[in-house]
């Protein structure tokens, strides 16, 4: 019985006066857009000394003269497994100190990269003959290298699976590339547009006509403006980033107001025509 009693009191006082450890979690790499399901900190985030533990998670990530701490990152940095509530544009290291019930303290580090793809602010277009080869570029970028890329439709094409395919279509078509970053994460959709004349005349005059859209991104009372122009039998083609028609309609004299129409948010393409040819394009966005 006695030898029971000894037992149990060295059990009691092993639990008791363990060292006290901590884990903030492995390193890891998330997708931008799924990093609000992430939890941080191990399983258990802290064992050993006297309960309960104090957590208190901290971080100092800078932006130009701004300094962000744990609280704009964690939904509480006072838990044991807080939730990331907000993202960088690369990495956020975070800091855990725990202090058990007896005042004594441990820390772990946890270092999070976030998985992000850019757009430049560039048109992927090309006007072509039938018969002509031309080079798509998608105009996305960064993510976590390598990255691999997918490209439909499969129709005349090169390589879909190549950065920058060359295509050879004998119909216009609207080319589409999501890129894949190392670690899975998906880009929004970059789409090439490839207008291709069946006529063996070139679609486009000699010298564009000059136009510009103001304001831009366009407002209730932005319009297209275009130079003087001698007829009056102009059409304006509309396609947004996905390669979709959205609006065909009468470009009236050299000014069509354009703040009128009803978009959704994103980048469009505008085509301004005389019958058949395209006399000038341009872009402008929707926010």
């Keep these: 019985m006695k030898n029971l009693l000894v037992l149990f009191l060295i059990l009691i006082s092993s639990k008791t006066f363990a060292q006290l450890k901590v884990d903030a979690g492995k390193d890891t790499a998330i997708c931008i857009w799924g990093f609000d399901t992430l939890k941080i900190g191990g399983n258990p ?3 050993g000394g006297i309960e309960p533990y ?4 901290s971080a100092k990530y800078i932006i130009g003269s701004n300094s962000y701490g744990a609280s704009h990152f964690l939904d509480d940095s006072t838990f044991s497994n807080p939730k990331l509530v907000n993202p960088t544009l690369d990495y956020l290291k975070l800091k855990l100190i725990v202090t058990d019930n ?7 580090s946890i270092t999070i990269r976030f998985s992000m793809f850019y757009y430049l602010l560039i048109e992927c277009i090309d006007f072509i003959n039938q018969g002509d080869t031309v080079t798509l570029s998608g105009n996305m970028g960064q993510g976590i290298g390598p990255l691999s890329y997918f490209w439909s439709p499969n129709y005349n094409i090169s390589d879909t699976s190549a950065a920058s395919p060359n295509v050879w279509p004998d119909t216009t078509v609207y080319y589409q590339v999501y890129a894949i970053d190392s670690i899975g994460c998906i880009s929004e959709p970059s789409t090439c547009s490839i207008y291709v004349n069946t006529t063996g005349i070139s ?5 564009l006509i000059k136009s510009m859209v103001f304001p831009n991104p366009i407002n209730s009372n932005s319009t297209i403006e275009i130079n003087v122009y001698n007829t009056d039998k102009l059409t304006i083609k509309i396609v947004n980033s996905n390669g979709q028609t959205v ?3 009468k470009f009236p004299a050299n000014s069509y107001k354009i703040g009128n129409k009803k978009f959704m948010d994103g980048y469009y393409l505008y085509m301004i025509m005389d019958g058949h040819k395209t006399i000038s394009y341009g872009r402008f966005i929707k926010n």
């Design 247 to 249: 609006l065909i309609d």
């Design 203 to 207: 679609p486009i005059y000699n010298q």
């Design 54 to 57: 104090v957590y208190a998670w």
């Design 102 to 108: 007896s005042g004594i303290t441990a820390q772990d």
């Design 45 to 47: 985030t802290a064992s």
